[in-house]
Every structure is written in C-alpha cells, then in structure tokens.
C-alpha cells in the first residue's frame, strides 16, 4: 500500500476563502503530483511537481498554485475559493527506477465551495 | 502519450475471471500500459503494468499482444469488492510523467 496522505477528506466552505489542501507522502518520492475529477468525469493534470522548488503547471488550467519546500510535502492553495473550484482534488507521487514509474494515489480530497 | 480504447461498461460473476480489453494501437515503444482502478470515487488504486512481457501480480496479470497494441487485464477471480472502474493507460517514463486516465471501463461483479 501506498503510504500518501491528503487531509481534508472533506471540505465544505464559503466563496471567497482561503484554502490550502495538504499531501503528504512517507516514500521519499521525487515527483508529485494534483489531479482534479469532477463527479463521473475523467481525471485531469493540475500540477506537477519533479522534486523540491520545482512547480509545474499541467495539463487543465487551475486557479490553484502549489509549492515543494519539503520532499515529502505537496500542498494546493486557493486564494479565493468559488463554486467553480467544487470538485475531487487527489494527489499522487512518484519515483522513477528502471522499468517502473509507477504513480501512487491519496483518497482525495471532496471539496465543496458554497 | 498515446490514447487507449476500452469498453464502456462489462460485467462478471463473482468467482469468475474477468478479462478487460484494451486497444493502443498508437503505443509508441518506449510506452508502458499501466493499469488502475477506482471504487467510488476514492483515489485511483495502481494494479499493474508492462512493457511488451506478460506480467502477474498478487492482483492481477496482464497479456500484452505481441505487437503490442492491445493488452488485457484478468482478474482471476473475481469478487464483489473488484467492482470498480478500470483504466487502461499507455505512457513513458520520460517527460511530463503524467497520467491520462480516460473514461474506463466500469466493471460490475454479480453475485
């Protein structure tokens, strides 16, 4: 099993906070990473991450921003949370060796903005 | 990366095999197919994966065709916790890393 965690597991908050979504991992993981899946629908990149102070930007946009100061520490902001921002955000990590590259899941965080 | 092609929905009996296709026929030679797969929306759970050998885990084993532009995952005998849906992805291990999950096929285990 996977040794990734993402708290809250739930969220439920007003338009206009702020948030920050924490992920952490206790497998010594260079690469992290935060997806975003609204209900039913595929998941899809939001950030990714190569090792400390590095940041990159994926695949969907997103209003969220993210920092590695930390190895084992991903966490997601929003600085201003909107009913548009209500969906699933799961975090993931992972390390290269030869033939595997395999990345590892949190539960997910069910975010909610009213 | 290169796009894969499943079923919508499949069902099996409990205790059966459950055998799940998948066509990538656009699978480059430094692509893996990996398999996941997610009950309820909880966090997608890593099965297994391959590069062009037939693979086999505690969970599942995987056939990769010899041409390698489809595979299949079986589960060997199913129970009802297997209902999931699964995703076939193909992908380097080079570049962005990502992940492209696409709609998967959902997997129903009867009793």
């Known amino acids: 099993e996977a040794d990734i965690y993402q708290t809250p597991r739930y969220l439920v908050i007003g338009t206009g906070k702020k948030i920050t979504l924490e992920c952490s991992q206790t497998?010594?993981?260079?690469?992290m990473y935060w997806y975003q899946q609204d209900p039913g629908m595929e998941l899809h990149l939001i950030h990714y991450?190569?090792?400390?102070?590095?940041?990159e930007k994926g695949d969907l946009s997103s209003e969220s921003t993210v920092s590695r100061i930390r190895t084992e520490h991903f966490p997601l902001t929003l600085e201003s949370a909107r009913p548009s921002h209500t969906s699933q955000y799961l975090c993931?990590?992972?390390?290269?060796?030869?033939?595997?590259?395999?990345?590892?899941f949190g539960p997910g965080t069910r975010l909610t903005v009213l | 990366d290169a796009k894969t092609t499943q079923p919508t929905s499949m069902d099996c009996a409990e205790g059966r095999a459950a055998n799940l296709p998948c066509n990538h026929s656009?699978?480059?030679?430094?692509?893996?197919v990996y398999w996941y797969r997610q009950i309820h929306s909880q966090g997608p759970q890593y099965i297994i994966h391959?590069?062009?050998n037939n693979e086999t885990n505690e969970m599942a084993s995987l056939i990769i065709t010899e041409d390698r532009k489809s595979s299949t995952l079986i589960l060997p005998h199913a129970t009802l916790r297997d209902t999931a849906v699964y995703y076939c992805?193909?992908?380097?291990?080079?570049?962005?890393?990502?992940?492209?999950f696409g709609q998967g096929t959902r997997l129903t285990i009867n009793p």
């Open positions: 993931a990590s992972s390390e290269y060796q030869t033939g595997t590259d395999t990345q590892y």
């Open positions: 497998m010594g993981h260079d690469k």
């Open positions: 991450s190569y090792g400390v102070n590095s940041t």
């Open positions: 656009t699978i480059s030679g430094n692509e893996y």
């Open positions: 391959g590069l062009k």
């Open positions: 992805i193909v992908k380097s291990h080079q570049g962005a890393q990502k992940l492209v």
